[in-house]
């Protein structure tokens, strides 16, 4: 089993920047793929970003891809969110997940409890 917390949400102004860090405590980490998901009231999780767990495959939703990149550090039980270029639309609550690199929120086990990020226009 994985624990997984993320941090480093915030308000940003349109066209800045912003990581996320999500932190994994529990065995096997270097097992499990992960996934950052986004929420804005009244909707349903949406996909971000996934990484494979050897980091050698990312997969990015198209309204991100450009923007956004998706790392981790194995060594350090730690996935980023590197968000650059953002938008108000990127406004959201975001999760990341484990385990699997799937666009679909049911197909992962593990949730961190959210960040909120901001963007104003």
């Known amino acids: 089993q994985v624990q997984l917390v993320e941090s480093g949400g915030g308000l940003v102004q349109a066209g800045g920047s912003l990581r996320l860090s999500c932190a994994a405590s529990?065995?096997?980490?270097?097992?499990?793929?992960i996934g950052w998901f986004r929420q804005v009231p009244g909707k349903e999780r949406e996909f971000v970003a996934a990484?494979?767990?050897?980091?050698?495959?990312?997969y990015y939703a198209d309204s991100v891809k450009g923007r956004f990149t998706i790392s981790r550090d194995n060594a350090g039980k730690m996935v980023y969110l590197q968000m650059n270029s953002l938008k108000p639309e990127d406004t959201a609550v975001y999760y990341c997940?484990?385990?699997?690199?799937?666009?679909?929120?049911?197909?992962?086990?593990?949730w961190g409890q959210g960040t909120q990020v901001t963007v104003s226009s």
């Open positions: 997940a484990a385990d699997s690199t799937s666009r679909r929120q049911y197909d992962y086990d593990y």
């Open positions: 529990g065995r096997s980490f270097t097992g499990y793929a």
């Open positions: 990484i494979s767990w050897r980091g050698g495959s990312t």
